[in-house]
């Protein structure tokens, strides 16, 4: 079985067609682990396209925010004013598709996804401590987790942690994970529509368990036109900059 990852779109429905796009035949099933909504301009859209895939969905905290579930009180004003606007563009059968999400985890045959930490949907997860409770607590030997928009991870073997950080050259391309027998993993595919580890390029995964390999991709896609969009509709200009920076 091979799973195409997705986590983090943020309503970009150019990079999430560019990165399909870039796969098309290497997956099976796809699953979501949140925020497919939230700071950009396609919320409708990314919503659509993801339905049509028939993935095993989770929720995020904007999917959350944008459906009513919580208000987005604790988000910072810029993402605040995204949030807000999301609400207003969402058709009603896209909200409530949002407000019936579950919350991670939820196994997905010998995976397990969440958004953000295992026991916290809303918690980032950079630091080593979080990852090893997640990792020691998590129902999987192999995680799946979002939230942080960072590509990459931790293991666990025997009494070791260490830190994954998977680096694809250039253009639609990808690094390779060997996952090793008896080793735990806690593993984030990158953001489709925000990414902020530096590398402005979709980023996401492939898990193909057959051969016991995990695929961390990037795909460029065309950032401009997003940004337009953004412009169109009076989005913060702080979220069109930062598309181009990957921050």
């Known amino acids: 079985m091979r799973f195409l990852i997705l986590s983090d779109i943020h309503a970009n429905l150019t990079a999430l067609q560019a990165a399909i796009s870039a796969v098309d035949g290497r997956w099976d099933r796809v699953l979501c682990l949140g925020d497919v909504v939230g700071y950009g301009p396609d919320p409708n859209e990314s919503m659509d396209l993801v339905r049509s895939l028939n993935p095993i969905m989770i929720r995020g905290n904007h999917d959350k925010a944008a459906c009513g579930l919580t208000d987005a009180s604790d988000f910072n004003p810029v993402a605040r004013i995204a949030a807000e606007w999301t609400t207003s563009q969402l058709r009603p059968e896209n909200l409530q598709l949002l407000r019936d999400l579950p919350m991670g985890p939820v196994i997905a045959n010998e995976l397990t996804i969440v958004h953000g930490a295992v026991a916290d949907e809303d918690e980032y997860v950079f630091a080593p401590a ?118």
Not at 174 to 197: K, V
Not at 214 to 223: A, G, K, L, S, T
């Open 130 to 247: 979080l990852a090893l409770d997640g990792i020691m607590n998590s129902p999987s030997a192999i995680t799946f987790f979002g939230h942080t928009h960072f590509q990459g991870g931790f293991s666990y073997r025997g009494s070791q942690l260490e830190i994954i950080q998977m680096k694809p050259q250039p253009g639609p391309n990808f690094s390779a994970l060997q996952l090793e027998e008896g080793t735990r993993y806690l593993l984030n595919p990158g953001s489709i529509g925000q990414p902020r580890d530096g590398d402005p390029r979709a980023g996401f995964a492939i898990a193909d368990l057959g051969h016991r390999v995990v695929e961390f991709w990037r795909v460029p896609y065309d950032i401009a036109a997003v940004q337009s969009r953004m412009r169109e509709v009076n989005l913060p200009e702080v979220l069109v900059q930062r598309l181009t920076y990957g921050r």
